[in-house]
């Protein structure tokens, strides 16, 4: 390298050195306040719901919400729905946690990528800068270096999403060796930003012991203890228990935390989450976040319509005026949270409707299934009182002929269907197979498995053959949608020529089969723009609703505005339901 070449090369590093250590008070931009939620105790309390419902009665207000997860993983995108949950797929192609999906249904907002930390991310920037020679030969070391990337990310969100409110949840509990770059970043950051610009509110659980019927408040108190020696003193405390908290254990909890018992918060076990809100905002939890912020002019949310649905919702829980089978067919079956939105999806719809439902899940391995039983036999008895099948996405040939054997059966008894994603392109897979004349017809997704496709309805995506990162090979995000006219599902999308839905796939149906296809009766009545062409939905007329889409609806389904999807298969299923009974 020459001498001058050299010295460009020096005041590079230096200028991005100055950046990244220039103080913190730089950094802020003297506007946004910052909203953090902790949990303590265990693991699954509803750190995200709690934080939307926060984020919900502050809707007036711009409030960004972020995600800070303690997994090395850079996203969730490679791990399994079994282990982690549903990966939630944002507008933008970002694989994030699933509580983005809250954040999106409970704020009315498009999540982005960036508003995702994890410490895989923070770690990646970390030895990204160190590489360039960023830090001109300081030894990096996990404190100052990590809790600044951590928020220098904040602040450069804060700023340039002009944020009113930062509400940000740190994933795990108090005491997880994961999050504690996070919490020590929190407390920094508090005390850049000044105390009328930062609260805490921390989420503990308050069990009531079986045989004692007494709320208990050690588990609390020695959770807000771990966040004191952190040099964190919450300013609410939220505590979950299946019944409100009595002002005794409120003022025990208060003494302990050295806070007004009127911050202690009930988190009050609800039927629907939709109902949290509402019930923060009985406990008075707005004053105390506007008197600590010193938020004037705010005002009361808008939550006259949130509040309808909800009132219709419980009165379903409680005295229902029909109650809907609903069959959920897939693998993923060992842990709710894997298709958490599909069952959200549901619940908008239920609301809507003003009907309750029962959710079936049917495991596509079918563990269950007597050995002197035919699978079709199988499966015609598990869905006979179903009035509404879904088929969800998935990965792989484990459980794939299950799917298949459901989609023919619901097919065959009329039952109203819907198919995504994979669900969409084994119901592809199936119409081919049975209908026709191709009974060799598979997707080409099985060939990694060892199986042998001879005759590929579904092919892997063009121009991706060759990406070799993990999840580079999905196309990801939000696309277009054009709507065949006189389809069923334009009538369903009120007209609309064209529509915008998330995706995250790597197969399409295979071109050199669609028309023969659709000269037995399938119609393709979704595709993506003519450059790549993609067949993005289909649907069956002669049946009372059989509709497949490559997207996936349940991601931006909300309380206030259900996924037209989702609307029109209960419906169907309501008619099914009122002829079946």
Known sequence: ????????????????????????????????????????????????????????????????????????????????????????????????????????????????????????????????????????????????????????????????????????????????????????????????????????????????????REQKSKPTQMSVRDLNERGIYPDIIIGRCSEALTPKIKEKIALYGNIPSKNVISGLDMKSVYEIPLSFQEEGILDIIFKKLKIAGAGSPKMDEWKRLVEICRKNYEDPRKTLNVALCGKYTQLEDSYASIREAINHVSAHLNIAYNLKILDTEFPSKPEDMDILEHIKSELADVDAVIVPGGFGSRGMEGKISVIQVAREMKIPFLGICYGMQLAVVEYARHKCGMPLANTAEVESDGIEVKEPIIAFLPGLEYVKVLGGTLRKGGYDVFLKKGSLVEKIYNGASVIRERFRHRYEVNPLYISKIEEHGLVFSGYSAKEDNIMQMMEIPDHPFFVGCQFHPELTSTLLKPSPLFYNLLKAGEKRYDERC
């Open 1 to 212: 390298m020459d001498e001058l070449n050299f010295s460009k090369f020096i005041f590079r590093c230096l200028k991005l050195r100055a950046r990244v250590f220039m103080s913190s008070d730089d950094c802020y931009n003297g506007k946004s306040k910052f909203i953090f939620i902790t949990g303590g105790v265990l693991s699954g309390l509803g750190k995200g719901v709690a934080a939307a419902s926060i984020g919900a009665l502050l809707s007036r207000l711009r409030v960004i919400p972020v995600k800070c997860d303690g997994y090395l993983n850079v996203d969730p995108g490679t791990m399994n729905p079994i282990e982690h949950g549903e990966v939630f797929v944002l507008d933008d192609g970002g694989e994030v946690d699933m509580d983005f999906g809250h954040y999106e249904r409970f704020l009315n907002i498009s999540g982005k990528s960036e508003w995702s930390l994890t410490m895989g991310k923070v770690f990646s920037t970390l030895i990204e800068r160190e590489r360039q020679g960023v830090y001109a030969g300081t030894t990096i070391q996990f404190i100052p270096h990590v809790a600044d990337v951590i928020k220098d990310h904040l602040f450069k969100v804060a700023s340039k999403e002009n944020a009113d409110i930062m509400l940000v949840e740190i994933g795990g509990t108090v005491g997880d060796l994961e999050n504690e770059f996070y919490i020590e970043a929190a407390r920094q950051l508090s005390h850049i930003v000044g105390p009328d610009n930062c609260i805490f509110a921390h989420l503990t659980y308050v069990p009531i012991p079986n045989g004692v």
